[in-house]
């Protein structure tokens, strides 16, 4: 038996909303504590608390849903100190593993283990000063870094940082729920001929704000 124990939000089953795996059926591991405050934030409840599990009562909830595919996210799920432990047991387990992270902190030893959903925070998220660029390095292809956008000065500050983004990494321009609209975004995107995916958070359109869907 596993003593390492996490703060967790949430478990549950669902259709992934975000990311290139959007539409699946996964199993959404929600960590509680985060070390930002964006202003956008819609899991504001996964900031602080949490019930406290051990990583054998994680498995088992995880094995109880009966889907292959599991994404990691948060709060901020790198804050948790066994995060590879559980990745490595998913792993044992024939899962694929998504880790969702916000960019801040390191995560040279998770990419080579999971697919990455890295963010890079904009400055209408008021936390763009804390993006640590070193990671982008570290992405590996196929893995993603998404921009949420919740202005046109998101937008052009979001296209003007895309050279630094590496050859073979899905980049996602994302509009803030009810902050841009998705149809201005896509014009902007077509206009510009910008080589990224216009991206939706297909939970929302189809659950709305309601949790643990």
């Given at each position: 038996m596993s003593s390492e124990s996490f703060y967790v939000a949430e478990i549950f089953a669902s259709?992934?909303?975000?990311?290139?795996?959007?539409?699946?059926?996964?199993?959404?591991?929600?960590f509680s504590g985060c070390n930002l405050e964006c202003t956008?934030?819609?899991?504001?409840?996964?900031?602080k608390g949490?019930?406290?599990?051990?990583?054998?009562?994680?498995?088992?909830?995880?094995?109880?849903?009966?889907?292959?595919?599991?994404?990691?996210?948060?709060?901020?799920?790198i804050l948790q100190t066994g995060l590879m432990m559980l990745v490595k047991r998913l792993l044992d387990e024939g899962l694929f593993v998504s880790v969702e992270t916000n960019g801040t902190l390191p995560i040279r030893d998770l990419t080579p283990l999971s697919h990455i959903i890295m963010d890079?925070?904009?400055?209408?998220?008021?936390?763009?000063?804390y993006n640590l660029y070193e990671n982008l390095k570290f992405?590996?292809?196929g893995d993603e870094v998404k921009f949420v956008l919740t202005s046109r000065a998101d937008y052009e500050w979001s296209k003007e940082k895309?050279?630094?983004?590496p050859d073979g990494i899905i980049v996602d321009f994302s509009p803030a729920y009810n902050l841009i609209s998705p149809k201005e975004l896509a014009k902007w995107i077509l206009r510009d001929r910008l080589d990224v995916k216009l991206h939706l958070q297909l939970h929302k359109i189809l659950w709305g704000d309601e949790r643990g869907r």
């Open positions: 259709i992934q909303g975000e990311g290139w795996y959007a539409g699946y059926p996964h199993i959404l591991v929600r956008y934030c819609d899991t504001s409840y996964a900031r949490g019930v406290r599990l051990e990583l054998d009562d994680i498995m088992r909830n995880i094995k109880s849903l009966r889907i292959k595919r599991v994404l990691i996210t948060g709060g901020e799920p890079i925070k904009t400055p209408g998220s008021g936390m763009n000063k992405l590996k292809e895309l050279y630094l983004i």
